[in-house]
């Protein structure tokens, strides 16, 4: 079992542009948790996907959405990008039947 | 509103000395209540979670956690710290299982030989 995978591992852009960060879940797990991590700060919950559809969201602006596939794999794409948006980017999988969200090593955007 | 307060920014314990790293946390429903550990380059590994039943919960790496109600307080433990328990450990609360977590700020554990 690869468990959660995400890619890129590290990204370089300037503001003003956009990015798609992907991740997949660990196998046999159908939902898909996004986490911005600044430096020196706790994860912030950026949204959930679950059966392709947005079920939550956090207090992120509309720049930051999100899509979700029929193999429950996950992309998060952040237009207009600032240097604000510069963090670790988690993705957590898990499941109705397992109480764990198991997360993935994250992707490092620094944006200039 | 719903927080989560680690007042620990940072903290240094000799390996083998015993080990509590303080959270607590605002929450208007029954509260899921989790410990996770994030090393150097690595993702969140979850240490162990309270749901419900018995308030002294028992995790992976010898470390343990008692919920208390009254002190809105989920205090994680280790009575023998490793070297290799350096690492940033967060607490985190949620609704429930699956869904959003809400996080504290992290607690940073250095260890000294």
């Known amino acids: 079992d690869a468990g959660v995978t995400q890619s890129p591992t590290h990204l370089i852009k300037t503001r003003g542009q956009q990015v798609t960060l992907r991740c997949s879940p660990k196998?046999?797990?159908?939902?898909v948790s996004w986490y911005q991590q600044a430096l020196g700060q706790g994860p912030q919950f950026i949204f959930q996907?679950?059966?392709?559809?947005?079920?939550q969201r956090g207090n992120f602006p509309d720049r930051f959405s999100g899509h979700q596939f029929p193999n429950y794999s996950s992309e998060l794409n952040v237009n207009a990008l600032l240097l604000g948006d510069s963090a670790l980017y988690l993705c957590?999988?898990?499941?109705?039947?397992?109480?764990?969200?198991?997360f993935g090593p994250g992707t490092r955007l620094t944006v200039l | 509103a719903q927080s989560v307060t680690q007042p620990d920014i940072h903290i240094t314990v000799s390996e083998g000395a015993s080990l509590e790293l303080r959270c607590n946390y605002s929450?208007?429903?029954?509260?899921?209540l989790f410990w996770y550990v994030q090393s150097p380059g690595q993702g969140l590994q979850l240490l162990l979670k309270?749901?419900?039943?018995d308030t002294l919960v028992q995790g992976i790496k010898g470390f343990e956690a008692e919920f208390k109600r009254s002190q809105s307080s989920f205090n994680l433990r280790k009575p023998s710290v490793h070297w290799s328990d350096a690492a940033e450990y967060f607490c985190?609360?949620?609704?429930?299982?699956?869904?959003?977590?809400?996080w504290g700020l992290g607690t940073s554990l250095a260890v000294n030989p």
């Open positions: 196998s046999g797990h159908d939902t």
């Open positions: 957590a999988s898990s499941s109705l039947v397992v109480d764990e969200q198991f």
């Open positions: 929450y208007g429903a029954t509260p899921y």
């Open positions: 996907y679950y059966e392709e559809e947005e079920r």
């Open positions: 985190a609360v949620g609704a429930g299982n699956n869904r959003k977590l809400i």
């Open positions: 309270y749901f419900s039943g």
